[in-house]
């Protein structure tokens, strides 16, 4: 008989009240001993040599049960210590096939009147052949009785030795169809099937760049044809173009066009003394008149005033061109008579020269009609020399000295005079005239 029906048979006999409950803990005790000091034959064939023992038990921490169960009570009235240890021996049950390890839930099957709080200390043992049978209080004879299953008579199996080890029992995944896991709800991606290559992608290697398919080389290759073609038709278009013209010389200068100014060149005609002197000669008032600027001795009749005795006696001095700036003065605020202003500077090579025609051209005035006035007026240099000659409804007023090597004279003709008022007018215009020339012609002599 094994130890199994040893069991069974105590757990039949405590039931039906033949054998009470310190005989059956003695008895039971005695059989578990035996069985773990011996082992079972059968079991220990299955266990191969390369199969390690299981660590022994550690000593188990008290576990309070639930306030709402009862303390179990024991049988046939027997007293029992709440003080007392028991010390309970791994019961092994008999190796089953296709059954893992499953957790029992075992409600109290029979009322006791112990300690519910009392600790129970099981010794570390050396492993049976069927591994260790799990703890628990007296077996009855129908065994323990779960939540909605009976128990059987020999208890509830064990997990199986393998030939290999220990073998883990496979759980079952949260759900069929969802992948991802409970606590991470819609805060995290799903996680791929196992069956899946996607699976492995949960590294650095996620992040590495996907091959490029083929389109974006095509588009390439065909944005690179299009630009080579174009640039071969441009080529050609300027290389044909130019027919029978003759080729352009990169090194040519490139011609000025006529909107732009040439240059002056060092060719260029030099002014003459003549025309300098016009250019410091100042604008009167009035028109001015055209032929103003170097203009040669023989016009100063025509142009500039003079008489014809006068003007013979210029060109007897060597004096070939004079500079002359003529304008026509209309009536304004000044005079109501209209005036003709003529500044002319006769140049000569040397002062003296034109001390002596100064002296020439007064002792013709004099004997021609002009009176000198030996009283400057207000304003003008005393070596100013200043003549007026009145004739009928005609007035002329004249200035001349001397600066530098040229000879200066301003003549204002006034026809016709206006009397009186007009005589006044014409002295006005006269010392504006001179004024305005000593500004760049100052008296020297």
Do not use: C
């Not at 006791?112 to 703890?135: H, I």
């Not at 995944?173 to 409970?182: L, Q, Y």
């Not at 080579?228 to 003759?246: C, E, N, P, R, T």
Request: no cysteine.
């Amino acid at each position: 008989m094994s130890w199994q029906e040893e069991l069974r048979n105590l757990d039949e006999e405590l039931a039906s009240g033949r054998l009470s409950a310190d005989d059956y803990r003695l008895r039971r005790d005695q059989v578990l001993s035996s069985a773990v000091a011996y082992g079972d034959p059968a079991q220990q064939q299955v266990q191969q040599p390369g199969h390690q023992p299981q660590q022994p038990f550690q000593q188990q921490q008290p576990v309070a049960p639930p306030p709402q169960q009862q303390a179990p009570q024991q049988q046939s009235g027997q007293p029992n210590s709440a003080d007392s240890t028991q010390i309970i021996a791994p019961v092994s049950q008999p190796p089953q096939s296709g059954e893992g390890e499953r957790t029992q839930v075992v409600s109290n099957w029979q009322q006791q009147q112990a300690d519910p709080n009392r600790t129970q200390v099981v010794p570390p043992m050396a492993s049976p052949a069927g591994g260790f049978p799990q703890q628990g209080q007296a077996s009855p004879a129908g065994g323990f009785p779960q939540q909605g299953q009976a128990s059987p008579a020999g208890g509830f199996p064990q997990q199986q030795h393998q030939q290999h080890g220990y073998q883990q029992p496979q759980q079952q995944g949260w759900t069929d169809n969802d992948a991802s896991p409970p606590w991470g709800g819609s805060d995290f991606p799903p996680i791929s099937p196992v069956g899946s290559t996607e699976w492995v992608k949960q590294g650095p290697e996620l992040f590495e760049d996907k091959p490029k398919g083929k389109g974006g080389k095509i588009a390439i290759i065909a944005v690179v044809a299009v630009l080579v073609l174009a640039g071969l038709g441009v080529g050609g278009y300027f290389a044909f173009k130019g027919g029978g013209d003759d080729p352009v010389d990169p090194t040519a200068q490139p011609q000025p066009s006529q909107s732009q100014a040439a240059p002056p060149t060092s060719s260029a005609k030099p002014k003459t003394p003549e025309e300098l002197l016009f250019e410091k000669i100042p604008e009167q008032s009035g028109e001015e008149d055209s032929k103003s600027g170097a203009i040669p001795a023989a016009q100063l009749t025509q142009l500039a005033g003079l008489e014809k005795g006068e003007t013979d006696l210029v060109i007897a001095a060597g004096v070939k061109q004079v500079a002359y700036r003529g304008s026509q003065k209309q009536p304004d605020e000044t005079g109501p008579q209209p005036a003709k202003i003529s500044v002319t500077v006769i140049p000569l090579s040397n002062p003296g020269a034109a001390a002596d025609l100064v002296k020439q051209l007064r002792q013709y005035q004099t004997s021609n009609g002009f009176v000198q006035i030996t009283e400057p007026l207000p304003g003008m240099p005393p070596k100013l020399n200043f003549q007026k000659k009145i004739d009928g409804d005609k007035g002329v007023y004249r200035g001349t000295w001397i600066s530098g090597n040229n000879i200066v004279r301003v003549d204002i003709l006034q026809d016709p005079l206006g009397g009186e008022d007009g005589e006044k007018a014409l002295s006005g215009t006269y010392q504006r005239a001179v004024k305005k020339t000593l500004e760049n012609y100052a008296v020297t002599s």
